[in-house]
């Protein structure tokens, strides 16, 4: 982490290098990676790996979610409002499956792709 002196980028005050490690359920380390950002924080190192983590606690918890299993980003509907309303539904799905306390939202589409006859009752455990 350093002051971003002389860093031509509007806001700049901070620049920093993070590594991400990413490792298999046995331990074993599967890549390393290095990556540089730009922020206008001028906060500790501490602050903004909490920052950092947060926006991808946030990609995965939402995006990945509808990129990869709604399909999103190949989805084909993009005449109207088509695209509006799938989104909308998707995002309904989610808060549904989400309110009825579920938080694996992978399993529980699996589970009621299988058993259509389990959707009423994720319904009625979603109602407050």
Avoid: C
Avoid at 17 to 34: E, F, M, N
Avoid at 97 to 114: C, D, P, T, Y
């Amino acid at each position: 982490m350093a002051p971003a002196t002389g860093v031509d980028f509007p806001g700049a005050a901070t620049v920093f290098r993070l590594r991400r490690d990413v490792y298999a359920p046995d331990g074993q380390r599967i890549s390393k990676q290095i990556v540089h950002g730009i922020t206008s924080l001028t906060s500790t190192a501490a602050e903004i790996a909490r920052h950092v983590r947060t926006h991808w606690w946030i990609e995965n918890k939402v995006h990945w979610v509808r990129d990869v299993l709604f399909g999103e980003d190949t989805h084909h509907a993009w005449l109207g409002s088509v695209a509006h309303a799938m989104a909308a539904l998707r995002n309904l799905t989610i808060a549904l499956i989400r309110l009825a306390g579920h938080s694996r939202i992978k399993q529980v589409m699996e589970r009621h792709h299988a058993d259509k006859m389990l959707i009423p009752a994720l319904l009625n455990a979603s109602q407050p």
